[in-house]
Structure formats: structure tokens, C-alpha cells
């Protein structure tokens, strides 16, 4: 039953709880609840999912980085920087994957030095620069 409640609210997460209720067959009251216990236990956040490219962001990019040494504490501390909104530790070429959203090129310049390049352990970085997002869709489903 939480997987479908997942299901819907990837689809359109402002699905009214009567809504929900009716499409799964448990009570409002029942369907807020749940919502509510997966919201608590970090199993999904219901958020508002944006294009920053049109919000007056003038960079968004993908960064692969190669580290030495311990991976989850270089993604850790990636993760602290406040434009980093993905983090992934990952097999293949780069040991870590990281989304960032910048004002503009110098900005960009600025975390890639200051803050990214500075970490212990990270021994290279490559810049993947986002011209335009053709897709973004967040309704994988449950599988």
C-alpha cells in the first residue's frame, strides 16, 4: 500500500489525501498517516522540483571527481557545500558524482577551488556544464 501512495504522489505530489484515499482504497485519515510515517523516516520527501536554468541560476553542472583514500568521507564533506544538491558514490571512471547549482562562472570557479578541490582526497575533477535540462522526472515508481 505504500509503495501506490508513492507511486501517486510522484506523479503529482499535490494530490489531496481524500484523493489518495479513494485511489487506494484506506481511509483519509489512514492515508495521511502513512504519508506522514514514510515523511518522518526519511522514505520520500514531497518537494517542489525546479528547472534552476530558468530561475536565474546561470550554471548547473555535473562534476565527476577522483579520490584517494576514504570515499565517504570525501562525499560527506562534498555534501556540506551548500550549492551540492547530489551526491553519489559511484563505480566507473569518477568515484563520485556531484550536481551543483552557481550564480554564475566565477562562482562556479570559486567552489571548484576553494571548496571542492581543496577536500582531502580528491585528486582530480571533471566539469560536465548543463546547456539545457530536456528531462527530469522523479516518477520512477517502486518497482
Known sequence: ????????????????????????GLSEAAVRQRVQRMLDTNVMQIVAVTDPLTLGFARQVMIGIKVTGDLKAAADTIALIPEVDYVVICAGGYDLLVELVCADDEHLLTLLNDAIRTVPGVTATETFVYLKLTKQTYAWGTR
Not at 500500500?1 to 487506494?24: F, H, I, P, W
Open 1 to 24: 500500500m505504500n509503495k501506490r501512495l508513492v507511486e501517486l504522489l510522484q506523479r503529482d505530489g499535490r494530490t489531496s489525501y481524500a484523493a489518495l484515499a479513494k485511489l487506494v
